[in-house]
C-alpha cells in the first residue's frame, strides 16, 4: 500500500482512523500491531491492552502509566506519544496505546540472526543508552525504565565501524521514583533484574546494572543467567575477549550491591570515556563485604520476603543496667527516711511516696530489660517494625510504617555521640545503637556488617549525616 492508496476493506481499522498492517507481538493479554495512521498516513505503533481471562486491574496500572510517561518524554531515542484510547470493538476490548514506528530490528533478533558486535560496538552501544538514561533519570521525579534487555533496544542504519542508531523501547515497566504503591511487584526480565527489584524497589542504578548485563551477553554470546555466579556476581570474564579495564567496568556496573555499583548514568559515561582515570569509579574500603563478627549474638534472618534482626541485652554487667542498679538501691535506701521529714501523712508526703514507687518500679523494668529483655528489627513487604519485649509483653517504639516509607539508611551519632545506624521511613527513626549507655548495643564491628546487609536487601545506599 502506498501513501496514496485507498485502505484494504479486508484489513481491520482501529477508532476509524488507524489500519492494522500486521501484529508485531503477542502475550498474556496484550498485543502490538503496525498500523498506518490513515489521517497522517504514518506508519505507528498500536499496543493493545485486551479484557479477557488474563486481565488484570494491576495491568491496566501499567498500561496507564506507560501512556502517561510517554506523554511526557521528549527524546529522539524514545517512540514519541501520539494518541491513547479506548477500544470498543467486535474483535478486541479493552485500550489502545499509539506511538510513532521505529523501522529497526531488535538486538535480540539481530544477535538470532549471526550478527557480532567488536569491543568499540559494545562500548558505542553502552554510551548510547547511557546517554538516554541519563535523560530519563534526570527528570523529575527520575524515570527508571526497569526492563532494559536486549529485546528492548533497537538498532538501524549501520555503516562501517558504526554500531547505528540506538533506540530504547517498551516503558510497560517503567517507574518513577516518586510513586509509591503498597504493593510490590516484581518488573523486568530474569537474568537482567538487578537484586533491589526482587524487594520491588527500583533506582536509577537499577538500569545500570541492566544495561551491563544485557553487553555482558554481547562480549559473551550467553544469556546473563546462564552464566556462573559468585555471591550474585555475574562470572564472565573467563568467556568474555576484551580489555581489562573494560571488563572492570562492567564488573562496576553489575555490582549486585547497590551502593557499590557506578552511581549515575553520568558517572558511567565518564568512567567509560576515561578508562585510565580509576577516580571515576567509586571503590570500596576492602575487597570483602564486611562479614559477621566471630561470637556476635546478634542473630540475622532474612530471604526475598523479609528481613529480621535479632539483638540481645548486653546482660547484668553492662555499664547502663549498673549504672540503673545503682539508682535503683539509692531510691529504696531514701524511701524508708521519707516519713522523718513529715510530721504525719499528707497529701505531699503521699505524693512523694507515690513518685518514688513509680520511679522504684520503672527502674525495677529498665533493669529487668537490661537482663532479660529482647529487640528485633523487622522488615517484609508491607512494613517496618521495631519490636521490644520482656517476658511475652511486646512494645513497638517507634510505631511501625509502611515499607514504601523507607526512605535512608544512614550513619550517624546518638544523644551520647556513639555510632549508630539509623533507617529512616518517612519522619519516623529506626535505630541500631552502639556504647554501653544503651540496653541493646551492637558493637562498631557488628554495625558495619548491618549496614552492609541492610543496604544489600533494601537496594540503599549508606549515608552519613
Known amino acids: 500500500m502506498t501513501s496514496r492508496e485507498l485502505p484494504d476493506s ?35 505503533v498500536v499496543k493493545i491492552l485486551s479484557f479477557g481471562n488474563e486481565f488484570e486491574w494491576n495491568d491496566l496500572k501499567l498500561f496507564e502509566r506507560e501512556a502517561e510517561t510517554l506523554k511526557a518524554l521528549s527524546h529522539p531515542a524514545i517512540p514519541r506519544y501520539l494518541n491513547y484510547f479506548e477500544l470498543d470493538s467486535p474483535n478486541s476490548k479493552g485500550f489502545a496505546l499509539v506511538q510513532s514506528y521505529i523501522p529497526a530490528q531488535s538486538l535480540e533478533a539481530q544477535l538470532k540472526a549471526g550478527r557480532s558486535f567488536s569491543e568499540e560496538e559494545v562500548k558505542e552501544l553502552a554510551k548510547a543508552i547511557l546517554e538516554i538514561l541519563k535523560y530519563l533519570h534526570g527528570r523529575q521525579p527520575p524515570v527508571i525504565h526497569r526492563d532494559i534487555k536486549p529485546s528492548n533496544i533497537l538498532l538501524t542504519n549501520r555503516s562501517g565501524n558504526s554500531v547505528g542508531e540506538v533506540y530504547l523501547v517498551d516503558f510497560g ?36 546494572y ?12 550467553q ?10 556476581r555475574l562470572e564472565f570474564e573467563q568467556v568474555a575477549n576484551i580489555n581489562p579495564t573494560f571488563s572492570s567496568w562492567l564488573r562496576k556496573m553489575t555490582e549486585p550491591i547497590a551502593n557499590q555499583r557506578l552511581t549515575s548514568a553520568e558517572d558511567a559515561l565518564q568512567a567509560l570515556n576515561k ?28 530471604n526475598a520476603n523479609s528481613l529480621e534482626i535479632f539483638i540481645s541485652p548486653r546482660g547484668f ?17 531514701f524511701i524508708p527516711v521519707l516519713p522523718i521529714f513529715y510530721a504525719g501523712i499528707n497529701i505531699f508526703t503521699l505524693a512523694s511516696l507515690i513518685l518514688f514507687s513509680s520511679i522504684v518500679i520503672l527502674l525495677f523494668i529498665y533493669t ?3 537482663i532479660f529483655g529482647k529487640k528485633k528489627l523487622c522488615i517484609n513487604r508491607q512494613k517496618i517494625a521495631l519490636i521490644y519485649e520482656l517476658f511475652g509483653i511486646k512494645r513497638l517504639h517507634p510505631s511501625p510504617s509502611s515499607r514504601q516509607d523507607i526512605l535512608r539508611l544512614e550513619r550517624s551519632k546518638d544523644t551520647y555521640n556513639q555510632p549508630c545506624l539509623t ?43
Do not use: C
Open 10 to 44: 479486508n484489513q481491520e481499522i482501529l477508532l476509524e482512523r488507524y489500519q492494522v498492517q500486521q501484529e508485531l507481538g503477542k502475550k498474556a493479554g496484550r498485543r502490538s500491531l503496525l498500523a498506518r495512521d490513515l489521517q497522517t498516513l504514518e506508519l505507528v
Open 173 to 208: 515497566s517503567v517507574q518513577t521514583i516518586a510513586r509509591r504503591s503498597s504493593t510490590i511487584i516484581v518488573m523486568g526480565t530474569y537474568g537482567y533484574v538487578p537484586p533491589e527489584q526482587f524487594n520491588g524497589r527500583a533506582i536509577p542504578g537499577s538500569d545500570l
Open 210 to 221: 541492566s544495561l551491563g548485563a544485557t553487553l555482558i551477553y554481547l562480549v559473551t554470546g
Open 223 to 232: 544469556h546473563p543467567a546462564d552464566l556462573p555466579q559468585t555471591d550474585l
Open 275 to 302: 578508562p585510565g582515570n580509576t577516580s571515576q569509579i567509586p571503590r570500596i574500603q576492602s575487597n570483602l563485604p564486611p562479614r559477621k563478627p566471630p561470637g556476635s549474638k546478634i542473630v540475622l534472618i532474612k
Open 317 to 333: 554487667f553492662s555499664q547502663r543496667t549498673i549504672m540503673t542498679l545503682i539508682i535503683f538501691l539509692l531510691i529504696l535506701l
Open 368 to 370: 529487668f530489660i537490661g
Open 423 to 465: 533507617i529512616w521511613a518517612a519522619t519516623k527513626k529506626y535505630d541500631i545503637l552502639t556504647g554501653e549507655l544503651h540496653f541493646f548495643p551492637a558493637t562498631p564491628p557488628e554495625l558495619d556488617w548491618l549496614a552492609y546487609e541492610l543496604s544489600d536487601w533494601l537496594g540503599l545506599p549508606i549515608t552519613k549525616e
